[in-house]
C-alpha cells in the first residue's frame, strides 16, 4: 500500500513562488504516474498537471503551463511541483496522487494548503 506524504505549501504574497514535495513510501512507483490536483473553497476538484514516473513526461493544466513544474526524484521516491508567479487564484488544497496497477489515481496525499495573497 502506497503512502503520500506531502510537505511544503504555505503562505506566500502574489508573484512569489512555492514548492511542494510529495514522498511516496510503503510501495514502489516506478510503474505509476503521480499527479497533482487541487481544490479552491467552493469549487471542485481540478488537475494540475502529472508525471510519469518510468519516463518524466508530464502534462498540464492549460491554464498553468509555464508557471508551474512538476519534476520527480526516482531515488528518493518523492514528486516536486514548483509554483512559480503565484496569483490570489492559486490559492486551495494542493493534493498529490499516485496510479495504482490499474492506472487509477488510488493513492492520495493528505493535502497542503497554499495561500497567495494580494
Known amino acids: 500500500q502506497v503512502q503520500l506524504v506531502e510537505s511544503g505549501g504555505g503562505l506566500v504574497q502574489a508573484g512569489g513562488s512555492l514548492r511542494i514535495t510529495c514522498t511516496a513510501s510503503?510501495?514502489?512507483?516506478?510503474?505509476?504516474?503521480m499527479a497533482w490536483f487541487r481544490r479552491a473553497p467552493g469549487k471542485p476538484r481540478e488537475f494540475v498537471g502529472d508525471?510519469?514516473?518510468?519516463?518524466?513526461?508530464?502534462s498540464y493544466r492549460n491554464s498553468l503551463k509555464g508557471r508551474f513544474i512538476i519534476s520527480r526524484d526516482n531515488a528518493k521516491n518523492t514528486g516536486t511541483l514548483q509554483m512559480n508567479s503565484l496569483k490570489p487564484e492559486d490559492t486551495a488544497v494542493y493534493y498529490c496522487?499516485?496510479?495504482?496497477?490499474?492506472?487509477?489515481?488510488?493513492?492520495w496525499g493528505q493535502g497542503t494548503q497554499v495561500t497567495v495573497s494580494s
Open positions: 496522487a499516485v496510479t495504482d496497477s490499474r492506472d487509477v489515481y488510488s493513492y
Open positions: 510503503g510501495g514502489t512507483v516506478s510503474s505509476s504516474s
Open positions: 508525471i510519469n514516473w518510468k519516463d518524466g513526461s508530464t
